[in-house]
């Protein structure tokens, strides 16, 4: 905790002095309580963009090779993504899925706000995906509202392939209001409510971000971070 504050207090005022991201809506994030910041996903800077400009933590869930590094470099890589809030999650082809969900309920159970890309991982095209609807089973499971987010121009401040973001673009960060799924808490057909859910929010984030829609699903690249 004291790293992370250390990150907000110093880290995030200098990183938004450097990029200038521009922000709209954070109001809209409820200041306590679990709450779901769902977004639309353009590049790795994504997840470091949104927890320094929201009004409070927001935890993401990181590959466990971030935390599992030796030497200087593996300490650093630990204490930067430890710093962010982020928690560790394995990838394995059976489990990682369920297991990142199951992670996730546990943070919004202890009435934090917890970070998901419905998408399930970067698009490469800049059109925006079908989401996959983990992000509806969360709400309906751990009963909060989820607040989408458009990010607009990441993926120009920090382009897929490139390691260091570029200091001319300005990220555009939207959070918009919150929305409230109770009404579907008791359904007795999940799968349909999980969908329609889904495709609620997506329509919330595309109004956000402003993106093209693909109509598809985006499958995760065999090297994709």
Not at 2 to 24: D, G, N
Not at 52 to 66: G, H, N, S
């Amino acid at each position: 905790m004291l790293f992370y504050h250390f990150m907000h207090r110093v880290v995030a005022p200098t990183s938004r002095a450097i990029w200038r991201p521009r922000v709209e809506g954070a109001d809209n994030v409820p200041k306590t309580g679990g709450v779901i910041i769902a977004s639309n996903h353009m590049s790795f800077c994504d997840s470091l963009v949104i927890p320094l400009v929201a009004p409070r933590q927001v935890t993401f869930l990181a590959k466990a090779e971030y935390f599992e590094g030796t030497g200087i470099r593996g300490a650093a890589s630990r204490a930067f993504f430890e710093g962010l809030g982020a928690v560790p999650v394995p990838r394995s082809e059976n489990r990682g899925a369920m297991a990142a969900l199951e992670a996730g309920k546990g943070i919004l159970d202890q009435g934090r706000a917890f970070g998901i890309y419905p998408e399930g991982t970067r698009s490469l095209d800049g059109r925006l995906y079908r989401g996959r609807t983990g992000v509806a089973w969360l709400a309906l499971t751990a009963r909060v509202p989820v607040v989408p987010v458009g990010l607009v121009d990441t993926d120009k401040v920090q382009p897929i392939g490139t390691k260091i973001p570029k200091f001319s673009p300005k990220a555009l960060v939207r959070f918009g209001e919150a929305m409230d799924f109770s009404a579907h808490y008791d359904r007795k057909d999940v799968g349909k409510a999980r969908r329609e859910i889904t495709d609620e929010i997506m329509e919330a984030i595309q109004k956000l971000s402003g993106q093209e829609t693909a109509g598809v699903y985006n499958e995760r690249p065999a090297e994709d971070a």
